[in-house]
């Protein structure tokens, strides 16, 4: 199974595993796993309506810097997601003139948090709530590679986002 595969697979495992409702919408592709505790976050998982790949390249223009392919696969399924109740959140890019029930844009995180000192290649796409920081990013590089970086600095990779997202669902598991 290839990482495009096996990232499919980890998104569709998700679902699998939650319990609770499911709900659809025009904007919010998949909200996955009611709370009935009343919860100030209503879903366990969220992923928002596909990125339309007719735009890639003029984002990619405008913004200067190459969508990484393995995450350009993930938008065009889900284009961002808060998972875990926002304690791992992927970036998209926002379609729709409000802010409400979108992505966090990967354009203005790359842009304005991006870390001093990175490779230009590197690319913003989703942020990881540790115990011990908030202040943090996962960056993707041209080659796939997947960066979690806490307080701007590297403290751990993974081969692609399929095992990065694997590693970091076993974690936030774990840690409850």
């Known amino acids: 199974m290839n990482s495009h595969e096996t990232l499919l697979e980890f998104l569709r495992s998700l679902e699998d595993e939650t319990f609770g409702e499911t709900k659809t919408s025009p904007r919010v592709a998949k909200a996955i796993g009611s709370f009935v505790d009343g919860s ?17 390249e003029s984002i990619e223009n405008r913004h200067g810097r190459k969508i990484p392919d393995e995450y350009f696969s993930f938008l065009i399924h889900h284009n961002g997601g808060r998972l875990f109740r926002k304690r791992l959140v992927l970036m998209g890019y926002p379609v729709f003139g409000d802010t409400f029930g979108q992505p966090i844009d990967f354009v203005f995180e790359d842009v304005y948090s991006r870390p001093p000192n990175i490779p230009d290649h ?21 080659d796939g590679r997947i960066y979690l970086l806490i307080d701007n600095s590297p403290v751990n990779s993974w081969a692609n986002l399929a095992a ?10 774990r840690d409850g």
């Not at 100030?40 to 890639?56: E, G, T, V």
């Not at 989703?126 to 960056?139: H, P």
Request: glycine content about 4%.
């Open 40 to 56: 100030s976050l209503p879903f366990q998982h969220i992923f928002f309506a596909p990125f339309d790949a007719a735009h890639k």
């Open 122 to 142: 590197w690319f913003a796409i989703g942020g990881y709530a540790t115990s011990d920081s908030n202040n943090s990013l996962l960056m993707a590089a041209k």
């Open 164 to 173: 990065c997202l694997q590693e970091l669902k076993s974690n936030l598991l």
